[in-house]
């Protein structure tokens, strides 16, 4: 018989252990151990065990669902109008046996009661609350395409796609910046400055992005020393030591709107991964917007190539 319960402090080292027998993923950090889910997870100050719904055989853990909400307005408390079920996962011989719906329902309606209108599966930024470093890549993409089994769990109880995030990878081997004219004239009226460990900008920042290692690169004018252009990147880890390749992700890129299409954001970001590669990532991962053409152009000129996508999935309460 499966008993379904909320979390308790002797739960780790099951949760782990379910997570470690699942069938090898591009997103999914391995091996996982009970010291990670209590770093990334457990020690968040928004953590509710209620939320984390186990599901027990005897005395044996055989899956879970993480229901979280993502953030006000502001970024400075939790808001609970928007509902996400972080992950569903199951032990890999227990599967196929219905444990995943279950899991999925009680997360739902864990969220439900808590005041949400609007569902979502996997976690898309701003609504990344846990598992940054664990799963995705440089960002919490929705639901990947490499997890077929996920994506078709949620889309059997009626999330429906609103869009979708292209994960793109680039080789920082040997890389030098393209400099054209354009890029030659930049550098001339431009100053680049390197912040590292930037201070967050809001309470949501600081739990779910200040904890990791990050680099901020932002493009000033020499005249008027004001921010033309920032990119931030944070060391993906501990998942990109499951591809060892040591890799930076771009978690934010910012071009100031009256200075768009002007090559701006292509000389910035051609000097960050000129940056990194000297620092030691072996590669980069960005996710992008599919249905940004514009931006994905500006990508693939500088050698990034996709690797997978995700599926921003949502279901109206």
Same mark, same amino acid.
């Given at each position: 018989m499966i008993v379904y319960r909320p979390f308790?402090?002797?739960?780790? &080292?099951?949760?782990?252990?379910?997570?470690?027998?699942?069938?090898?993923?591009?997103?999914?950090? @391995? %091996?996982?151990?009970a010291a990670l889910i209590e770093a990334h997870v457990l020690a968040k100050?928004?953590?509710?065990?209620?939320?984390?719904?186990? !599901?027990?055989?005897?005395?044996?853990?055989?899956?879970?669902a993480h229901a979280a909400f993502g953030p006000n307005a502001a970024g400075t408390d939790i808001d609970t109008h928007l509902g996400v079920t972080c992950l569903v996962m199951v032990r !890999?011989?227990?599967?196929? @046996?219905g444990i995943g719906a279950q899991l999925l329902e009680h997360s739902e309606r864990y969220l439900c009661r808590h005041g949400a209108r609007t569902l979502l599966a996997g976690g898309i930024s701003p609504n990344h609350a846990f598992y940054l470093g664990l799963y995705g890549g440089s960002g919490l993409p929705g639901v990947l395409a490499s997890a077929p089994r996920a994506e078709k769990l949620f889309?059997?109880?009626?999330?429906?796609?609103?869009?979708?995030?292209?994960?793109?990878?680039?080789?920082?081997?040997?890389?030098? %910046?393209?400099?054209?004219? +354009?890029?030659?004239?930049?550098?001339?009226r431009t100053l680049l400055q390197v912040e590292y460990?930037?201070?967050? !900008?809001?309470?949501?920042?600081?739990? +779910?992005?200040?904890?990791?290692?990050?680099?901020?690169? +932002?493009?000033?004018?020499?005249? !008027?020393? +004001? %921010?033309?252009a920032t990119a931030t990147?944070?060391?993906?880890?501990?998942?990109?030591?499951?591809?060892?390749?040591l890799t930076a992700g771009l978690s934010h890129l910012h071009v100031a709107p %009256?200075?768009?299409?002007?090559?701006?954001?292509?000389?910035?970001?051609?000097? =960050?991964?000129?940056?990194?590669?000297? @620092?030691?990532?072996?590669?980069?991962?960005?996710?992008?917007? =599919?249905? @940004? &053409?514009?931006?994905m152009s500006l990508f693939h000129r500088l050698g990034f190539i996709q690797v997978d996508?995700?599926?921003?999935?949502?279901?109206?309460?």
């Open positions: 308790r402090n002797t739960d780790p &080292p099951g949760l782990a252990e379910i997570w470690r027998t699942q069938a090898p993923e591009r997103g999914l950090a @391995q %091996p996982m151990s100050p928004y953590f509710e065990r209620q939320a984390l719904i186990v !599901a027990e055989q005897g005395s044996e853990l055989v899956g879970f !890999a011989s227990h599967q196929r @046996q889309r059997s109880h009626g999330y429906r796609e609103l869009r979708q995030i292209c994960v793109l990878h680039r080789d920082l081997a040997g890389f030098r %910046p393209v400099f054209d004219r +354009t890029h030659v004239q930049i550098r001339r460990d930037p201070l967050p !900008a809001t309470w949501w920042e600081a739990c +779910t992005e200040a904890p990791f290692e990050r680099t901020r690169f +932002t493009l000033q004018s020499r005249d !008027a020393q +004001t %921010p033309m990147f944070w060391d993906i880890q501990p998942l990109s030591q499951s591809w060892g390749v %009256p200075l768009r299409r002007q090559g701006l954001g292509s000389y910035l970001l051609g000097e =960050a991964l000129h940056a990194l590669a000297r @620092q030691g990532f072996a590669m980069v991962e960005a996710q992008l917007p =599919a249905d @940004q &053409p514009g931006l996508v995700g599926y921003v999935l949502q279901k109206d309460v």
